[in-house]
Structure formats: C-alpha cells, structure tokens
C-alpha cells in the first residue's frame, strides 16, 4: 500500500526522506539504496548526519568495470556518501568488482543472503520511471519470477546490462521510501496509484500498490 507523501521540490522531498529514514533505520538495519536522478543521498543522509544503519548496499547496477561513470556506485561516491558511511565505520556493500556479467550477480547474490539472515529490518530507497520500472527491474524482467534473490539481466535501455534485486527479495523488506520528482512522470505515477490490479510483468512498480509493506511515495508531482 502506498502512502503519498507531497512536497514542494526535489530538495524538500529528499528531506522529507531524512525524516523517514530516521524512524525506520538504526544499528539494527540493512539499508538498500538505488540509483537515479531523484535519491539525492548529499541532502537526504550526507548533510543531516543522522542515519546510520547496520550496513549499506545497492539495490541495482548497472554492470560494468567497478566504478565506472555511469554506475550508481559512482552516483554514491559523488553524492560522498561512501565516503560519510566510512568515517562512520558503517559497512557498505556495492555490486561491481572485476567479476564477469553473470559472476557478479551469482556474486551479490550470496552475499545479499547473508545479509538478509544478519538483519531482520531492511529498508529500500528506491525510484520509478516512466515507465514504471523500479528497482533495476523492468517490463518483462527476469527478477519478476526468479526464485533467487538478485539477478543479472539485459533489458532494453540506454544501459543494457543489469545486475537487481528480484521482487522475491523486495517482498522481504520492512519499509521502501520511494522518490519521484518532475511533472513528466505524472501519467505513470497516476497509473501507478489507479492501478492496483494491474499487471507487474508490464508494470514492475505496482508491487507496491499491491504489497502490504509500507511504501512512502514522495513526490512534487500535483495527482
């Protein structure tokens, strides 16, 4: 079920996410953090200095040479969140390494398991897109249906090759905070609340108009 939460702009939304975050995340949790244009973690976790999880880790990549310039990796390090998460000895687990394709993603997914037995709260922040994608996982993706917990993928984007999160490992999550700015999205976040019988093959992002685990929508979208 999700609970819509307005906000003026970007920088009051990812603020906005501050807030939730520091009622959903302590010692005790296992944060998962996306990608994309609307998490930014300089303002939501770097300038507030206020959550500090367990441990860190990726929702999604997109494959390549670790740390490559168009990785959400690289979006982290910028935004100096690895870096703030270091001098706070908060462990942070990224995906990449030198690993092949489909290593990687065998790779994470062990140590993701591991994870998920060592902390029982998980909290994701996470986007969606036009076309409602979330999470790394897009219309038709193999982590819709596959019985383990991250899987590697070549979807048809910009960036092709994908390691993700399965909606099996999402639907083991305590709470997702998801932003959504710009009125460019307004038609799919429509659908998306409108929808609750929808298909998530062809929608991914209505797992959380479907899922009983609460799902925060943050956005400057008027609906």
Do not use: W
Not at 30 to 39: C, E, K, Q, R
């Amino acid at each position: 079920m999700i609970q819509v939460i307005k906000v003026k702009d970007r920088l009051l939304g990812n603020f906005r996410a501050n807030s939730l975050l520091r009622i959903f995340v302590d010692s005790s949790t296992l944060l998962a953090l996306s990608g994309g244009t609307s998490p930014n973690y300089n303002q939501m976790i770097v300038i507030p200095r206020n959550i500090l999880p367990g441990t860190a880790c990726m929702v999604d990549e997109r494959y390549g040479p670790s740390d490559h310039t168009d990785s959400n990796e690289m979006v982290l390090t910028q935004s100096g969140l690895i870096d703030f998460f270091k001098s706070k000895n908060v462990n942070f687990v990224k995906i990449l390494s030198q690993l092949p394709f489909e290593e990687t993603a065998f790779d994470y997914d062990r140590r993701l398991r591991e994870l998920f037995v060592k902390y029982e709260k998980k909290v994701a922040v996470v986007g969606i897109g036009n076309d409602l994608h979330t999470a790394g996982i897009f219309a038709n993706s193999l982590a819709i249906t596959s019985p383990k917990f991250v899987v590697s993928q070549v979807v048809n984007n910009e960036f092709p090759k994908r390691i993700t999160m399965t909606l099996k490992t999402l639907k083991r999550f305590n709470a997702f905070i998801i932003l959504t700015f710009g009125q460019e999205k307004k038609e799919a976040l429509v659908r998306l609340l409108a929808d609750k019988d929808g298909d998530i093959n062809k929608y991914p992002a209505l797992f959380f108009n479907k899922t009983a685990i609460k799902s925060f929508l943050i956005t400057d979208v008027d609906l």
